[in-house]
């Protein structure tokens, strides 16, 4: 190639360049210059079927579901396999919901040249942006036509019956039987569901299905997008925003979190911190077992290991209802076994257990505590059973003085963490006693513990390297522990 035909070739590109500048417009230039929306380039690169981005107002996280729903319509997602005649949905709270922010924000992204076709439900198909659309047909670069169809949660769960979709992008929280359903319309093509919102209601039930994930689905993956993630707010005008919002407010406006209400006996306790990857804890660090027992009722016990500086972490769970004290001890010792934990010569644990498991009912003529031993595990039943001198110490170990914890929870304890979050004060100085049963055992083990070492921020030469640790297994293996 000569010269001349290397200045032609370079004008045809940059022609080329310039074109798709002015018909892509906005797309092309989404994420693509010096600065990037980190957290909205995770989401996009996730491999996950069902994932969520719990944002602030103004987070950046409604765009990222916006250029999500246009990849997979056009056949062009980056970090996916791509396919011709995509179908899928946009799903927002009502029409006007629709019109005003996911319609508003497919419309500020899809370049006209793309579009086949508009079908208005209300307006004009040459004026969108005013009206309410029904679908938008999309030319794929494979040859065919994708359609994206918007719906709305106040037509009812029957509007949302009938359909097979390759995706379903939901822009803001679902009634729980919308959210279902959509999950049933991607069952036939392996399709995905992806949520953008901000969680004003509470903990509500995706708290539980997509947050704590309570169902262990290894599709879920879910992140969460404050103000300061998103590189292109003025930080003048988040700090002025910031003096207008009350605590609650700002966790939900500010950070993306979940509102907790008043009257969380736990406060303290904070998912983005205490909760942590599973690590190989050095058996060094194994301390004990700590057992709420329960027949009927569940039995919670977990495994605690306490590092060299005192912190202390649960590292795994058994949690079971409507089970034999034979089957419980059963199940502790093969967790046991798993773990490599502790044991006296003759293969027994020791545990600690609620002082109630001492006595003798009609029923048997054995106590609770007798039933373990006899089944290998030694439990010691002499343990502080005070509610609010228990409280106060495990609040101490969320939450010293100087702001750093004491505690962190493997995030596969699932039953602990719920707990945490939905363990609330009734009238007085008790709390509700309900849902508790974890909570309760780790009250017993942190009582038999020292109070937490009062140590200076100073002294964080060994914390900041534990904590820089930590962050990299998070960002490794993400919140539920997977890669």
């Excluded at 009634?175 to 992806?194: A, H, N, Q, S």
């Excluded at 002082?355 to 439990?379: D, I, P, W």
Aim: hydrophobic share 35%; proline share 4%.
């Amino acid at each position: 190639m000569n010269r001349e035909d290397i200045i032609l070739r370079v004008a045809e590109i940059d022609a080329e360049l310039k074109r798709r500048r002015e018909s892509e417009g906005a797309l092309l230039n989404y994420n693509a210059g010096r600065k990037k929306h980190k957290k909205q380039m995770a989401f996009h690169k996730c491999k996950k079927r069902n994932r969520w981005v719990f944002g602030g107002n103004r987070s950046g996280k409604t765009e990222c579901g916006a250029v999500e729903a246009l990849w997979l319509l056009r056949g062009i997602h980056p970090y996916r396999k791509n396919k011709p005649d995509v179908f899928g949905w946009a799903v927002s709270l009502s029409q006007q919901v629709q019109r005003d922010v996911a319609q508003s924000k497919i419309l500020k992204y899809l370049p006209k040249s793309w579009i086949d076709d508009i079908i208005m439900i209300s307006g004009r198909k040459d004026a969108p942006a005013s009206g309410i659309i029904d679908q938008i047909k999309i030319r794929n670069v494979f040859g065919g036509i994708s359609t994206l169809g918007f719906k709305s949660c106040d037509q009812g769960r029957e509007k949302f019956q009938g359909c097979s979709l390759d995706f379903v992008w939901i822009d803001e929280e679902p009634p729980k039987d919308v959210y279902e359903e959509c999950l049933m319309r991607v069952m036939d093509r392996r399709g995905d569901i992806f949520g953008t919102m901000t969680p004003l209601k509470g903990e509500t039930f995706i708290f539980n299905e997509i947050y704590l994930n309570r169902r262990n689905n290894p599709e879920v993956w879910c992140e969460f997008v404050s103000w300061e993630d998103n590189p292109f707010l003025n930080k003048k005008e988040i700090e002025l925003l910031s003096k207008t919002l009350d605590d609650n407010s700002l966790d939900s406006r500010r950070y993306g979190k979940f509102s907790r209400g008043a009257g969380l006996v736990y406060p303290e306790f904070d998912f983005s911190v205490h909760v942590i990857p599973p690590f190989s804890v050095p058996k060094e660090w194994y301390d004990n077992i700590s057992i709420d027992p329960g027949l009927n009722n569940p039995l919670s016990a977990h495994w605690y290991a306490t590092d060299w500086d005192g912190n202390v972490y649960v590292i795994a769970e058994h949690f079971a209802a409507g089970l034999d004290v034979a089957e419980h001890a059963k199940r502790i010792l093969e967790i046991s076994g798993r773990l490599g934990w502790k044991t006296d010569g003759r293969g027994r644990v020791s545990a600690l257990i609620d002082s109630a498991a001492n006595q003798r009912t009609l029923a048997s003529a054995k106590s609770v505590a007798e039933l373990f031993g006899e089944r290998g595990v030694l439990v010691n039943a002499k343990v502080n059973k005070d509610v609010f001198a228990g409280i106060c110490r495990v609040k101490e170990y969320l939450k010293r003085g100087n702001g750093l914890p004491d505690i962190y929870i493997f995030d596969t304890c699932v039953n602990m963490i719920a707990e945490f979050t939905g363990y609330f004060w009734a009238d007085g100085d008790a709390p509700v006693k309900r849902d508790d049963h974890c909570m309760d055992e780790l009250r017993y083990y942190v009582m038999s513990r020292p109070r937490p070492a009062e140590r200076e921020e100073a002294e964080s030469i060994i914390h900041a390297d534990k904590m820089r640790r930590i962050r990299r297994l998070k960002s490794t293996f993400g919140k539920n522990g997977k890669r």
